[in-house]
């Protein structure tokens, strides 16, 4: 390793400076858990309220009053969905002067015991998009594991690649500068089809991807908020989109350019 890659390499390592981002919708049950979890890797958390009802709005104040050391509440007063719950998350965690931003589902199906690799990476890797991918106990439903699979395919189809080894884990390290600029810049899904577009368009970007094995485990009292037909609707349109945007991007690569 030459010193001017040293050198980098201790500069990155000095400037990481990451926090949590938890969206929230209606976790009342679940979400001090989860907090708790995650309070002895000494790390900032943004919570996000998206649009909560009146019992997880006030779980959420009393933990942000009670742990505002490390807990910043961020409120979005209609539902948008998880997606846009994120990308507010993202942006409040920019604006706050953090450089990474750990996505992590508010039910509690992961396992902090994953995070450790997720911080490393962010040091080493500080410009990369550091993404979960599931490892599964015998609680994760079946009809999960079918739709997740059809989703790689397009996935798979609308990258023309097999980078992507799962585009739906909620665990998730954005480097910050460049996730923010993508949500901007690009239209993003706001439900349950933010993860994986987010992730297809970071790969028409040419930008960085490191992929972790995480462990997932499906609550039995768990809380999901995927809406059936409404999600599945969504989730094609976004498949369809992207594979249009895939072909428009193809067409232009083949174009001959002007003679000049």
Known sequence: MTSANSAADNCALTMANPCFVIP????????????????????????????????????????????????????????????????????????????????????????????????????????????????????????RLLGRYLTHVWVWINTLSLEIRDSMCGLRCYPLGSAVALIDEEFTGDRMDFDPEVLVRWHWRGEPLVQVPVQVCYPADGVSHFRGLQDNLLISAMHTRLFFGMLSRQLRRLKPEAAL
């Open 24 to 143: 929230v919708y209606n976790h009342e049950g679940a979400i001090a858990g989860t907090v708790a979890s995650l309070r002895d890797f000494n790390l900032p958390c943004v919570l996000v309220d998206d649009g909560c009802n009146t019992r997880c709005r006030n779980e959420l104040e009393r933990l942000a009053s009670e742990q505002s050391d490390w807990l910043h509440l961020v409120v979005r007063e209609q539902n948008g969905g998880k997606g846009a719950a994120v990308k507010t998350g993202l942006r409040a965690a920019r604006e706050l002067g953090f450089s990474h931003g750990i996505q992590v589902d508010a039910d509690g199906q992961h396992n902090p015991a994953d995070i450790p690799q997720f911080l490393q990476h962010c040091k080493t890797n500080p410009t990369a998009l550091i993404c979960g991918y599931p490892v599964y106990d015998e609680s994760v439903p079946t009809v």
